[in-house]
């Protein structure tokens, strides 16, 4: 089984990044692979459980609780959270941690592959 | 563990911040317990990046960070830096200019490549 | 010999990369699958990212491949981002 | 005071969200008190909306309640067609094909111009 | 005198797009000119209060606050705010409304001139 | 007879149809401001935008300025956006 590292940069609905990432996660999750997951500049808002969207069925958000809830590690680096006013991520999903750069380069460190999205 | 990751700068500076976010990434990358190393090529429209007059401004404390830590090489792509008509004579001495040929062969060497 | 992760912003110089690289893979994510990739051989698009633009018929000689496939293709080969 | 709007679609569908909430963006301009007057084209890489399979899912909607406020034209710029490859015949019947030309005369006919 | 009516779809931090909204606004406001702005997708990330970047000596929610305090009427898309989980806008700056197209379409109808950002 | 408004993702079909309009008036605002723009006779470019990214001198026959001047630009011309 391999460790695979996800960067994502970008934010909810915007682009469709998200949506690649938690599906691509997901997938590598339930063939038994490890996913870590660093959310980085506008790639926080993704945690939020606050978001609220009626014309889908399932916001963003969502995913990423499922990404946790089957084992993915996410952290969100917490000078992009704190610089877009998402106050240290108290809205995030449980689960989703807030931490820095140095969690990443050790997500690298014992990641087999990096995906940046 | 420790491994080689390759920055390529892609985006326009200064319209996106990826240009100084990327290379906080890079501190960071450097100076965690694994001690990755880093190389820096700026292509495609990053290559604006390496003009003389940029504006290093706010990612100049990162630059002199990283050389802090350790040599870190800064390259611009000649095909990108053609594309965009930017002679050898503008790009900055920090930086230096290889071709796509060498880029392709930087990213066979390195582990990890990030594209910023 | 590597895995070419490719999106239509870097796509231009990722592809002009890929080319020197004799064992290519390209996988197109996103707004990639627009792209024309004649001339590569090894050549993957996200079947779902595909459907959504109606372009099936536009792909030729690509492999429409779903996230299980590329999960696969991922842990089999270094990975290079372009996407 | 009702006025003549032009949504230029130039963004590719279906990577950034600008396809559709550019549509919902004209239904509120059509439905608000002045009952703008809006006409759509597709340029750039928005010309990829034009073709024949896209999914028009999520934005059939306000397709649809368009439709029933006014009758608006749907247009898509052949020069940016040809850039990229679309023949006419992959092109959705919904869409009229017109020229650069005709671009430049709709922006100068427009009231306003937005780029989505 | 003009009134001039902006659109801004795009985030603090991740694009500059925020920066010539907010400095163009405030030289119109300056000149005499009524100015208008429709934040709307990632645009409404820009009205928080609660944005923190030691980096920067000014966040660009300040900008939009002044853009406030200088006279400037600014709406944020309603459906984008929750959409992107920032609960109808509650940590916004005072004077920074959330509302809807409809009201978009108004500024559109009064304005001299429209810059989409 | 009007200003166009032009950033870099929408400046090949911006500057395009432009060059339809005789009188046009060119505003280069943020990653634009690197573009050739030869064969425009009316361009002007954010002086801000300028500075920050060195290429005062890569700038031909354009006019720099500031937000005060483009306020005026703006309320003395219809606007058109490619921005």
């Keep these: 089984m391999s460790n695979i590292n996800f960067l994502l940069t970008e934010g909810p609905f915007q682009t469709e990044k998200w949506s690649t990432v938690a599906k691509l996660g997901l997938a590598a999750l339930k063939k038994g692979h490890a996913v870590t997951l660093f959310c980085y500049l506008d790639g926080v808002y993704n945690g939020l459980s606050t978001q609220e969207f009626a014309d889908w069925e399932k916001v963003p958000g969502d995913y990423f609780k499922e990404l946790v809830d089957n084992g993915a590690e996410i952290v969100c680096c917490g000078i992009c959270v704190n610089a877009r006013g998402q106050q240290s991520g108290k809205f995030f999903y449980e689960g989703i941690k807030v931490g820095g750069i140095p969690d990443w380069a050790a997500f690298v460190g014992t990641a087999d592959r990096v995906i940046t999205l | ?116 | 010999m590597a895995l070419y992760l490719i999106d239509l912003p870097f796509a231009q110089v990722g592809l002009d990369v890929a080319k020197r690289d004799g064992e290519a893979k390209i996988v197109l994510i996103q707004d990639s699958v627009y792209l024309d990739t004649a001339g590569f051989e090894n050549v993957y698009a996200v079947k779902e990212d595909v459907e959504k633009r109606g372009v099936a018929a536009r792909l030729r000689n690509v492999r429409v491949i779903d996230y299980d496939d590329l999960v696969d293709l991922i842990v089999e080969n270094k990975v290079v981002n372009f996407a």
């Design chain 2, 1 to 116: 563990m420790e491994k080689k990751i390759l920055f390529m700068f892609l985006r326009a500076p200064f319209g996106a911040i990826y240009y100084t976010e990327g290379l906080r990434a890079v501190v960071g990358m450097m100076s965690g317990l694994d001690e990755h190393k880093v190389t820096c090529v700026y292509a495609g429209d990053g290559a604006y990046y390496a003009l003389k007059g940029a504006d290093k401004g706010e990612s100049a404390g990162y630059v002199k960070t990283i050389s802090d830590i350790s040599e870190t090489h800064y390259y611009v792509e000649k095909e990108s830096m053609a594309e965009r008509g930017i002679p050898e004579g503008d790009v900055d001495d920090a930086f230096e200019v290889i071709s796509r040929d060498d880029l392709a062969k930087l990213i066979t060497d390195n582990d990890v490549v990030f594209d910023f």
